[in-house]
């Protein structure tokens, strides 16, 4: 089968890298790619939001699978395309992709199942939110309603930064029309998790647990990102939380989703953050996390392609996942500048020899190619992973690979996993 993964970050890398090794896949296209999926398949020059092209480049080449990886063309109705002209893709329709692109759709449909999730307020009208932030506890946050590349969400600790964030979203557009709507909830404490689940309309099928690292800084601090680092499992998650999550959270998510006539397909990562209550969520997203993907596809030793087939097809009840029982961890390696401008075109040197360490895998995010050599052309360049025994021994061996990697300013976060380290990692089964 041929198969066309869309984007061009570490997430598409690890799935065409994944969907490459499947007995099925004959052909993989990357569109538009980075210089690691032309290692995997063959990079196409369309971009993730010219739905028209990706159509037609679907059907002129016979594309069996087409698999979605950002949110952004899943939230402009790139699977109702496909399907109209009798093309498989994976991932949500643009009315189900909505449990991510409006974190007001979210949050009702969570009230109306009464899903765990921080009490919040939405607003339309920015005088109405300023004067609702006067009598609130800090600290508060603050979501611009639709898709803002991660960074829509700011966590407030005093009435100016609450002014000068709802001025911005609001009245200045900082983030377009995602901003036209906000909500502001409570802030909650606790570690967070990233769960992934396949879910086929009426059943799902849980991945493993995986942390992210969303801010820039080590130690949690500095902006947030799209994710610095991850790792699997997740040592703040166990079999209690599990059980508690299926039954609080998921099962009344998919009943919520039939009630309003909609079938979700594809994959579904809820956000939670473990507060001394139990889960939370925080957000749902509607595709494969980044970086958590770069951490979970390697551990993951079943064929991925009869999965995404299956919960196509509404068969994901009848499917199971093995897993490789050691830990990953993956660290990005960003540009100079990265989460704010950051700068491209310089040179990576030293990829094979990281390459060379022992069950390490070197996800491309921001490369390309040019006159024979991987030159960066994003924020988030590489995100590298490591499996190991322990959750050290991963870690270990991701840090070992990222000094063999250099590029101009090139910068990384030196405590990815560090809080799980000497941890006991509850293994899930
Ligand atoms: P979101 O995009 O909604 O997941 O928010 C991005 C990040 O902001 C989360 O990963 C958390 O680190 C933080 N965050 C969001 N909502 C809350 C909340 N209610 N309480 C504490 N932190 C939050
Ligand atoms: N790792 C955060 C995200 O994919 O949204």
């Given amino acids: 089968m041929k198969i066309l993964v869309i984007g061009s970050g570490g997430r598409e890398h690890a799935l065409a890298w994944k969907l490459r090794q499947s007995p099925h896949a004959d052909r993989i296209f990357c569109a538009p790619g980075n210089a690691g999926t032309a290692d995997v398949g063959e990079n196409v020059a369309i971009p993730v939001s010219d739905l028209g092209a990706l159509v037609r480049f679907a059907k002129e080449n016979h594309v069996g699978l087409t698999v979605v990886g950002p949110d952004d063309p899943l939230a402009a109705g790139i699977v109702d395309l496909f399907t109209a002209e009798k093309l498989r893709a994976f991932g949500p329709t643009k009315s189900a992709a909505r449990i991510e692109a409006s974190k007001i759709f979210a949050k009702e449909l969570m009230r109306a199942q009464e899903i765990p999730t921080a009490e919040a307020r939405t607003f339309?009208?920015?005088?109405?939110?300023l004067r609702y932030c006067e009598q609130v506890k800090f600290p508060v946050v603050i979501k611009a309603d639709g898709l803002a590349l991660g960074k829509g969400v700011i966590v407030a600790t005093d009435l100016t930064t609450v002014q000068s964030t709802i001025n911005e979203m609001m009245n200045e557009r900082r983030f377009g029309d995602a901003g036209r709507r906000i909500v502001i909830e409570e802030f909650l404490c606790g570690t967070e998790c990233s769960l992934h689940a396949?879910?086929?309309g009426k059943n799902y099928l849980l991945l493993q647990s995986a942390r992210d690292h969303k801010r820039a800084l080590d130690g949690d601090q500095g902006p947030n990102t799209g994710g610095?680092?991850?790792f699997s499992p997740a040592n703040n998650w166990d079999s209690k939380l599990q059980s508690r999550f299926e039954t609080e959270i998921m099962q009344p998510l998919l009943r919520g989703f039939l009630q309003q006539g909609i079938q979700f397909r594809?994959?579904?990562?809820?956000?939670?953050?473990?507060?001394s209550e139990g889960a939370r969520v925080l957000e749902f997203n509607c595709r494969?996390?980044?970086p958590e993907t770069q951490a979970?596809?390697?551990r993951m030793k079943s064929d991925l392609l009869p999965l995404l087939e299956a919960t196509i097809d509404g068969r994901i009840a009848a499917c199971s996942i093995e897993w490789d029982t050691r830990a990953a961890v993956t660290v990005v390696?960003?540009?100079?500048g990265y989460p704010g401008k950051y700068e491209t075109g310089k040179t990576i040197s030293g990829l094979e020899e990281a390459a060379k360490l022992r069950d390490v895998q070197i996800f491309h995010a921001g490369t390309k190619r040019a006159n024979g050599e991987v030159k960066t052309s994003g924020g988030r360049v590489l995100a590298i992973t490591a499996l190991g025994e322990t959750i050290e021994d991963a870690r270990e061996r991701a840090y070992e690979a990222a000094a063999r990697i250099h590029f101009e300013n090139c910068h990384y976060r030196r405590d990815i996993a560090l809080s799980a380290v000497a941890a006991n990692i509850d293994q899930l089964p």
């Fill in 266 to 275: 594809g994959l579904l990562y809820p956000g939670l953050i473990i507060t």
């Fill in 288 to 290: 494969f996390g980044d």
């Fill in 296 to 298: 979970l596809l390697p």
């Fill in 228 to 230: 610095m680092g991850a």
């Fill in 124 to 129: 339309s009208d920015s005088g109405e939110a």
């Fill in 198 to 200: 396949l879910v086929d």
């Fill in 333 to 336: 390696l960003a540009s100079g």
